[in-house]
């Protein structure tokens, strides 16, 4: 019976990490659509943002007693930045290397966030968990050399540093969310997601003015859908920060968006894996039971 009630209570805690697997593989694969569509990425950004930066302020204003403060709000502020700023590197990332490079080195940024939660936080993990985490990053290595032939041709060794950039900028961004959950209340979650989403719509509608970039509404229609899964997503990893180690939660998203949008592309658009991209999918799969174990 006891043994019964703490596999429940794992299940409990694994909860919210599943659901930021599935809003975060969801948010890969409207860009997916959208990127088949030739969209404008500012104009998606900014209908994602806005959409986002609306629900994280229904659900702060529903809070019986909302609570605030200066710290948060400069946290915030400064994320939504950096938040633009990734975007910006990730679009220069694919204009150099195509865009399946920059999605492995957005998945490869996981090494920040958990190895700064190690040293910083003496977040140890067990050996099952450390082994999982060895085979995540090799995981996305495997997945590096399955998609490695389908780059863009005229990508230069030296174009490297962007996806050395992207892997900073990522991996920056996902610890931050580690910092506040463990530097600020809990009960300043709903503000803080609102803060940092609000800030990012200004950043990238301030952009879209400036450089008068025209409208396309069937962009800006598919950024508001983007927006929904974006801020669930950001909800759902505070939520698993709270519950389970850092050094499980991060591998544990990355090994599981690449799983779960493989699969989708092979449903839907009927992508296929090399031997790579196979040894990869079952090598992710090992990996995320190792970490939950």
Do not use: H
């Not at 948010?27 to 629900?55: E, H, R, W």
């Not at 099952?128 to 990508?155: C, D, E, N, P």
């Amino acid at each position: 019976m006891i043994s019964f009630t703490l596999i429940l209570f794992q299940c409990f805690d694994m909860f919210p990490l599943l659901l930021t697997i599935i809003c975060s593989t969801s948010i890969v694969l409207i860009l997916k659509y959208s990127d088949t569509k030739k969209s404008n990425p500012v104009l998606l950004l900014c209908g994602n943002y806005f959409t986002a930066s609306v629900i994280s302020l229904i659900l702060l204003v529903s809070e019986t007693k909302p609570v605030y403060s200066t710290a948060t709000f400069l946290f915030g502020a400064a994320l939504g930045l950096l938040f633009f700023i990734g975007f910006f590197i990730f679009a220069i990332a694919v204009s150099k290397a195509g865009a399946s490079l920059p999605a492995v080195s957005s998945r490869l940024s996981v090494i920040i966030p958990a190895g700064l939660s190690v040293i910083i936080y003496n977040e140890i993990p067990s050996l099952f968990q450390l082994s999982g985490l060895i085979l995540s990053l090799f995981t996305i290595f495997l997945f590096y050399f399955s998609i490695r032939k389908f780059s863009a041709g005229s990508f230069k060794p030296a174009d490297y540093f962007y996806l050395i950039l992207l892997l900073i900028a990522i991996g920056t961004n996902d610890f931050c969310f580690k910092i506040f959950q463990g530097w600020r209340p809990a009960e300043e979650k709903n503000y803080f997601i609102f803060i940092i989403f609000s800030f990012a719509f200004l950043y990238s509608f301030s952009y879209l003015i400036f450089k008068k970039i025209r409208m396309e509404y069937r962009t800006i229609a598919a950024g508001l859908i983007l927006g929904i899964p974006n801020v669930l997503s950001s909800y759902f990893m505070l939520d698993a920060l709270n519950s389970l180690p850092a050094v499980i939660v991060y591998p544990s998203v990355n090994i599981g968006i690449i799983v779960l949008t493989s699969l989708a592309a092979f449903l839907i658009w009927k992508e296929k894996l090399n031997v790579y991209g196979w040894w990869a999918m079952g090598s992710g799969i090992t990996a995320i039971f190792l970490l939950s174990v």
